[in-house]
């Protein structure tokens, strides 16, 4: 004879519910954004950029405040740090000390220190506003070539080919040389670095612009798509309110990956004189100055480093983050 | 195939003649628009103690108050047949790939270019060999030993590498090298490979080595991401049950098809390095073609300037030109579609 069975207790208890109760944290419905969001916070070196970068962002907004804090003003001269001899830097370190944290510039000891400060406002800035340009081009064209096809797609595809033909850094700094001073309302620095970021943004529009329009190329081939276009969508609403918002997650991570190139690129202009005019600090003009004192390592170490360490955070971050929104990577 | 070749050699005069056209609007259509004036643009060509008789003469004999659409004209004359300057005191003949004379100096453009070439092309081919071997060798290796230290170290530097700057690199490369160990030799030195081989390959080597690192890096990441990707597919399983050797099949099946995309980066990049590798050479002072644009901008020299542009251009067209031709020649698939 066997046990009754004791139901009794538990059946009362094994609601449907239940189960889902029980397994609800787990089975939430999870967005893209959600998953690539958790597998981003696994990944210790990706977080590790993200985290540089917005200490890096935090310091260029920052950045007066720092240097009145840690500093001296960006452009005054220190001559009593000089030795008059030489012009070199008196102390040892490229006169490193509390006062001057990462010491002086020889010549008219300007601090090195402030001065990198208020370069990393002026690299990111540029970095990120051009890379906003591409952005913003690359979609259209993108969208436009990837979703209408035909002509469209075909003159868009050549254009991008033109320009990926372009010797796209002579071709820059010939432009960058040209500038004005003055013109569009602006004048000086502040039209420069406009320009500059209309400049870097324009040339790398394509990278974008072919990521788009191979994304685009699939999504108007997806179910939701057809839905939406059986249910009488116009192009524009199926554009806007389908397409854009699938688009979010690829845009997002390869402007990630830009920043970092175009803040390669504007570090470049500035080296080669052609970027943001002296005196106003920037890394790359920094380095064009540092190639007159071979013998002051820390001189051409510190803007290099600068470079350095921002673009590999961006590019650690964009790293992970296209990892993160990968469907296969895992 | 000859179809195609036909097809891709319009195309690629197509796009010669849509650089040009963009080159020429930039440095003389956009500065009539910000204002500058065909005088101003003509004392150029005759300096400032000009009076403005002899200013307007000359912007009239070089045809500056012409439509823009007679002046390009003109500009692409010169350089597929040559152009003939009209100075009043005599014709001068300026022969076929005519890019004007220099604001500077006075002298025809082309020559200069020329004189400039090897220096450039010495620097890109070395460079070129290293980052190739260098970035593909690494990039298989860690693919095929994915996961383990030799696989992190790599493409952890290979990271910093795309992260740095060449005029960094070059210049803790000469400041360690040169300067402090006084193992090779300072910024400037160039000697033509004629002249003395084993000079020229001694006075290079740094400059190589510093521009192959960064290539490598960006080639190498590449390479391993492709690689993951063929060694997964199925006609790699085949080709390992049916025997062959693993080299064979990581050689001629695996890295045969990761390889596609990196000749084609490949094209691009030795084309527009042949143009000019500026960076580089204001870095190391070579006296190359990215150096002369340098120069030119400085200086304003507009036809210099152009010239150089359009030259580089010329590269990456026909370097890019090549690839595909090849590409063709490698995959049957391309030529047909």
Known sequence: MTAPLDVSGSASEARPESVLEGAGKAVQGRSLSRIAWMRLRRDKVALAGGITVILLVLVAIFSSPIISLLGHPPLEFHQDQIDQSTLLPKGDFGGMSSEYLLGVEPVNGRDIFSRIVAGAWISLLIGILATLVSVVIGTVMGVIAGYFGGWADQIIGRLMDVFLAFPLLVFAIALAGVIPDKGFGLEGNGLRIAMLVFIIGFFSWPSIGRIVRGQTLSLREREFVDAARSLGARNGYILFREILPNLMAPILVYATLLIPTNILFEAALSFLGVGINPPTPTWGGMLSEAVRFYTLPHFVLFPGLAIFITVLAFNLFGDGLRDAFDPRAH | ?337
Not at chain 2, 299 to 325: E, R, T, W
């Open chain 2, 1 to 337: 195939m000859l179809t195609y070749i036909i097809r891709r050699l319009i195309g690629a005069i197509a796009m010669l003649i849509v650089i040009s056209m963009v080159t020429f609007g930039i440095f003389f259509v956009v500065p009539q628009w910000a204002g500058s004036s065909p005088e101003a643009m003509a004392s150029r060509y005759v300096g400032r103690a000009a009076t403005p008789e002899t200013v307007h003469l000359v912007a009239q004999k070089l045809g500056f108050y012409d439509p823009v659409i007679v002046q390009y004209g003109r500009f692409a004359k010169g350089i597929v047949a040559g152009a003939e300057y009209d100075y009043g005191a005599g014709v001068e003949q300026c022969p076929a790939p005519c890019f004007g004379y220099s604001f500077i100096s006075g002298q025809p453009v082309w020559p200069d270019l020329l004189d400039r070439m090897p220096v450039t092309f010495s620097l890109a081919i070395g460079a070129a060999l290293l980052w190739v071997l260098g970035g593909v060798s690494v990039g298989v290796i860690s693919a095929l030993r994915r996961g383990t230290f030799f696989d992190r170290l790599s493409m952890g530097t290979a990271l910093a590498g795309v992260s740095l700057p060449i005029f960094f690199t070059g210049m803790l490369s000469l400041v360690v090298f040169s300067y402090g160990l006084g193992w090779t030799p300072p910024g400037g030195s160039w000697t033509d490979f004629t002249e003395n081989p084993a000079q020229w390959a001694f006075n290079l080597l740094l400059p190589w080595i510093t521009l192959a690192f960064l290539f490598a890096a960006t080639y190498a990441r590449l390479t391993r991401a492709g690689m993951l990707e063929t060694m997964g597919e199925d006609y790699v399983r085949t080709a390992r049950a049916k025997g062959l050797s693993e080299r064979d099949v990581v050689v001629k099946h695996g890295l045969r098809a990761a390889l596609t995309p990196i000749l084609t980066l490949f094209g691009i990049d030795f084309g527009l390095l042949i143009g000019g590798a500026v960076l580089t050479e204001t870095t190391y002072t070579l006296p190359g073609l990215g150096q002369f644009a340098i120069l030119a901008i400085r200086n304003q020299d507009l036809p210099q300037v152009m010239g150089v542009v359009l030259f580089a251009a010329c590269f990456v067209v026909v370097a890019s030109l090549i690839v595909d031709l090849l590409y063709a020649w490698v995959d049957p698939r391309v030529r047909l579609s």
